[in-house]
């Protein structure tokens, strides 16, 4: 196609409709709107960052590499996160773009670490838990210093420390930034790659001080503007960037999903299964159970934590209580083996997410999918429709590990969350709202100076990102196969 260089910058939750609202403040990505090309990146399902970016890498959606992992802000440390990078290590596009003989700058790739070698140099970090730093080739680097921040993202902001969170978030993008532009221009890559995390993080702890709309905002506060600013933050970095382009190179921006305001409340799914008979809860029929006393109190101390601003605590006490994962899940009071059918723990507490069914239990599984989605799809909350809509997951997804994903998908109206709790009311406040204010959306963004459509697929998913980038370089998709890449200690 004759086209130079290419950037691609990488920024983790940046919202198309957000985006869009404020695209008069954004001068830099205006300008690619008019000029370019600009349009929503539909994300995988669920939209969540690990499975997300790891398809936009390989080009496979989360059924083919296998990986649906997804972010617990409030989970314990080191249990946080674990993924396996054998799934897409040297499958990556960048790998497959240097091992067509394009040398590459790959920087804070999402999720890729330990980092491996490639055709130029790989820079990252461990996310969410403290590591060392790595990079794969010293002589790209030539004396530049590597940001501390790169990776390790491992402080989470408590409502004291929420002014120093924000002002350390716009200082390490910053940095970050500087870091990948002395690198762009020293070495002068074919594809330089470079992900921001931030936005992301940022948008997660400060929706509710941001938006109006949200039922738990504070009103005029200090912070209020913070997501605007970031994002005109991100414009300028952008437009940095944009100025080191040559006639002939290219610019592509992209997210791995959209943000706004996450579920205000819980669908406590399992509870309505429990009623109609398909989750056995371990109380039933119990004058006393120890079991239902603790799903109470883990209920009510929830509850009586969100009414007293409390928030900041639930993290601390989720990693000093024993179990407290299998607490959430109500795996304390019902065994997956006694039920019928029950919601998945795939996902979240957000709308979107899954329920399994126990074949050994019913004698016509397809009859009885059926059935429950017939079921479930009229549900309402005060003549309001919960679900926004339900699949069987071979009319999404078809393979290899389509069996990691539960029997039925579907989606709630935005205002609800997957929740597990047994014996409450089916609809019930989320109460780490306050804490985690800001969630997933579908829709993240694709910015181009390109203004040629012919690799551009339609609709547009962080899936054929893959294709597009191999299409830049005159690389067809079936050429892929990637040379055996070895990890760097």
């Given at each position: 196609?004759?086209?130079?260089?290419?950037?691609?910058?990488?920024?983790?939750?940046?919202d198309?409709?957000?985006?869009k609202?404020?695209?008069?403040?954004?001068p830099?990505?205006?300008?690619l709107?008019?000029?370019g090309v600009?349009?929503?990146?539909r994300?995988v399902?669920?939209?969540?960052s690990?499975?997300?970016?790891?398809?936009?890498y390989?080009?496979?959606?989360p059924?083919?590499h296998?990986?649906?992992e997804?972010?617990?802000?409030?989970?314990k440390?080191d249990?946080?996160?674990k993924v396996?990078?054998?799934?897409?290590?040297?499958?990556?596009?960048?790998?497959?773009?240097?091992?067509?003989?394009?040398?590459?700058?790959?920087?804070?790739?999402?999720?890729?670490?330990?980092i491996?070698?490639?055709?130029?140099?790989m820079?990252?970090g461990?996310v969410?838990?403290?590591?060392r730093?790595?990079h794969?080739?010293?002589?790209?680097?030539?004396?530049?210093t590597?940001?501390?921040?790169?990776?390790?993202i491992?402080d989470f902001?408590t409502?004291?420390?929420?002014?120093?969170?924000?002002?350390?978030t716009?200082?390490?993008?910053?940095?970050?930034s500087?870091?990948?532009?002395k690198?762009?221009?020293?070495?002068?890559?074919?594809?330089?790659?470079?992900?921001f995390?931030?936005?992301?993080r940022?948008?997660?702890?400060l929706?509710?001080?941001?938006?109006p709309?949200?039922?738990?905002?504070?009103?005029?506060?200090?912070?209020?503007?913070?997501?605007?600013?970031?994002?005109?933050?991100?414009?300028?970095?952008?437009?940095?960037y944009?100025?080191l382009?040559?006639?002939d190179?290219?610019?592509i921006?992209i997210?791995?999903?959209?943000?706004g305001?996450?579920?205000?409340?819980?669908?406590?799914i399992?509870?309505?299964?429990?009623?109609?008979?398909?989750?056995k809860?371990?109380?039933?029929?119990?004058?006393f159970s120890?079991?239902l006393l603790?799903?109470k109190?883990?209920?009510?101390?929830?509850?009586?934590?969100n009414?007293?601003n409390?928030?900041?605590?639930?993290?601390v006490i989720?990693?000093?209580?024993?179990?407290?994962q299998k607490?959430?899940?109500?795996?304390h009071?019902t065994?997956?083996?006694?039920n019928?059918?029950?919601?998945?723990?795939?996902?979240?507490?957000n709308?979107?997410?899954?329920?399994?069914?126990?074949?050994s239990?019913?004698?016509?599984y397809?009859?009885?999918?059926?059935?429950?989605?017939?079921?479930?799809?009229?549900l309402?909350d005060?003549?309001?429709?919960?679900f926004l809509?339900?699949k069987?997951?071979e009319?999404?997804?078809?393979?290899k590990?389509?069996?990691?994903?539960?029997?039925?998908l579907?989606?709630?109206k935005?205002k609800y969350?997957?929740?597990?709790n047994?014996?409450?009311?089916?609809?019930?406040i989320?109460?780490?709202?306050?804490?985690?204010s800001?969630?997933h959306?579908?829709?993240?963004?694709f910015?181009?100076t390109?203004?040629?459509?012919?690799?551009m697929?339609?609709?547009?998913?962080?899936?054929?990102?893959f294709?597009v980038l191999?299409k830049?370089?005159?690389i067809?998709?079936?050429?892929?196969s990637p040379k055996?890449?070895s990890?760097?200690?």
């Amino acid at each position: 196609m004759g086209y130079g260089r290419l950037i691609l910058l990488g920024i983790d939750g940046m919202d198309f409709d957000y985006t869009k609202s404020i695209l008069n403040k954004l001068p830099n990505l205006s300008r690619l709107d008019k000029a370019g090309v600009f349009r929503p990146l539909r994300s995988v399902f669920p939209p969540d960052s690990i499975p997300a970016w790891i398809t936009c890498y390989t080009g496979e959606d989360p059924s083919e590499h296998g990986v649906l992992e997804s972010v617990n802000y409030l989970a314990k440390g080191d249990g946080r996160l674990k993924v396996d990078t054998s799934s897409f290590q040297g499958k990556t596009f960048w790998d497959v773009i240097g091992n067509h003989g394009r040398r590459v700058c790959v920087i804070n790739p999402f999720i890729a670490y330990p980092i491996w070698q490639v055709n130029g140099v790989m820079v990252n970090g461990p996310v969410f838990i403290d590591g060392r730093i790595q990079h794969s080739n010293p002589a790209w680097l030539g004396g530049i210093t590597i940001p501390k921040s790169l990776g390790g993202i491992v402080d989470f902001p408590t409502q004291k420390t929420m002014v120093h969170f924000v002002e350390k978030t716009f200082s390490d993008t910053r940095e970050q930034s500087e870091f990948g532009i002395k690198m762009l221009k020293k070495n002068c890559p074919d594809l330089f790659f470079q992900t921001f995390l931030t936005m992301d993080r940022l948008q997660h702890f400060l929706w509710r001080y941001c938006d109006p709309g949200d039922p738990t905002y504070p009103g005029e506060n200090d912070l209020q503007d913070s997501i605007e600013l970031f994002y005109i933050l991100i414009d300028s970095i952008i437009g940095e960037y944009i100025q080191l382009l040559g006639a002939d190179d290219h610019i592509i921006i992209i997210s791995d999903h959209g943000h706004g305001m996450r579920c205000t409340h819980c669908y406590n799914i399992n509870e309505e299964l429990r009623k109609r008979g398909y989750v056995k809860s371990m109380a039933e029929g119990k004058i006393f159970s120890r079991q239902l006393l603790v799903e109470k109190l883990k209920n009510s101390v929830l509850n009586f934590m969100n009414e007293h601003n409390l928030e900041d605590y639930i993290s601390v006490i989720g990693k000093i209580v024993p179990n407290a994962q299998k607490l959430k899940k109500g795996k304390h009071i019902t065994k997956e083996s006694n039920n019928i059918a029950y919601a998945s723990d795939f996902t979240g507490t957000n709308p979107f997410g899954g329920i399994c069914i126990n074949r050994s239990k019913i004698s016509d599984y397809e009859q009885f999918r059926s059935q429950l989605m017939e079921e479930l799809v009229i549900l309402s909350d005060n003549g309001n429709p919960v679900f926004l809509w339900l699949k069987k997951r071979e009319d999404m997804f078809t393979g290899k590990h389509l069996d990691r994903y539960p029997d039925i998908l579907f989606c709630l109206k935005p205002k609800y969350g997957v929740n597990w709790n047994l014996h409450t009311k089916t609809v019930t406040i989320n109460p780490t709202h306050k804490k985690i204010s800001g969630g997933h959306k579908e829709n993240g963004i694709f910015f181009t100076t390109l203004s040629q459509n012919q690799f551009m697929e339609d609709p547009l998913t962080i899936e054929n990102m893959f294709t597009v980038l191999l299409k830049y370089f005159d690389i067809e998709s079936e050429e892929r196969s990637p040379k055996n890449s070895s990890e760097v200690s």
